[in-house]
């Protein structure tokens, strides 16, 4: 190590992918959705891809643009204030979501920027955002996440509070809520969770099911997902967080 050149460029956690590489990710995504689908019997136009671009900069993002990907998802509200309207700029029709946690006091800005905001958890969270739908004359659609394995760490809430947590949005907020968002617990197998998530949408009459990631997507789609949400299988690894 002693003799790299002094002026070479610091290694980098992960390469970036080449434009190539992100194409032909995306194009094997949309294949294996299309199969997922057609193995349930489901009409593969009822499930859309959220290509998840957290932490990818925008010229990681253009090649996805440019072979007609339209709707994306990010995790990071500055972040994203950052990237996406000079991408809209270029691509209007662009759908942007915002699928990781939303503090409070972020809940304009996320208002302002994001088409669906998949992590509505908690009252004070719906009580932030219906004043600033209010206020900017403007309403994203609306996911509760639901903490499908009782996760302490895990944002979402729990499964025996969805109710509670949609009739105060409605009756208390005026919120309209479209569906429900879940993130499995790493290390069980996801098919369970899935079903419960799908269950309770059911149960409420809500149509659009938030559920499956690079590694479990098809079975997310087996068991009704209208959302998978995929990032590394398109853009490739992600810097570890820090
Ligand atoms: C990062 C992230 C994804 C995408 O995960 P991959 O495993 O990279 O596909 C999906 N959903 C949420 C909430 C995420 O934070």
């Known amino acids: 190590m002693d003799d790299v050149a002094p002026d070479a460029p610091a290694p980098q956690a992960t390469t970036p992918l080449e434009a190539t590489d992100v194409v032909a990710g995306l194009e094997a995504v949309r294949h294996r959705i ?37 709707v994306f998802g990010e995790n990071y509200v500055q972040e994203s204030k950052a990237k ?14 915002l699928v990781g946690p939303l503090q409070s006091n972020k809940a304009r800005e996320a208002v302002e920027l994001f088409d669906v905001i998949h992590g509505l958890d908690r009252l004070s969270l719906a009580a932030a955002l219906a004043k600033e739908i209010e206020r900017v004359g403007r309403a994203p659609k609306l996911l509760i996440q639901v903490n499908t394995g009782d996760e302490p760490q895990k944002g979402g809430v729990s499964p025996s509070a969805v109710d509670t947590l949609l ?14 968002m879940c993130i499995p617990p790493a290390e069980a197998p996801p098919s369970p969770h899935f079903a419960l998530l799908a269950r309770i949408a059911h149960a409420h009459n809500l149509p659009i ?9 098809p079975a997310a789609i087996q068991m009704g997902a209208t959302h998978v949400r995929v990032g590394t299988a398109i853009f490739g690894a992600r810097p570890p967080k820090g």
């Open 34 to 70: 299309r199969q997922a689908a057609q193995d349930s019997e489901r009409d593969p136009a009822s499930v859309a891809l959220v290509a998840v671009s957290k932490t990818i900069p925008a010229e990681g993002i253009l090649p996805a643009l440019e072979a007609g990907q339209r």
């Open 84 to 97: 996406w309207p000079a991408l809209r700029a270029r691509f209007p029709d662009v759908e942007l979501h």
């Open 167 to 180: 009739s105060e949005c409605r009756d208390t907020h005026g919120l309209a809520i479209q569906g429900l």
């Open 209 to 217: 099911l938030s559920m499956g990631m690079s590694a479990d997507y």
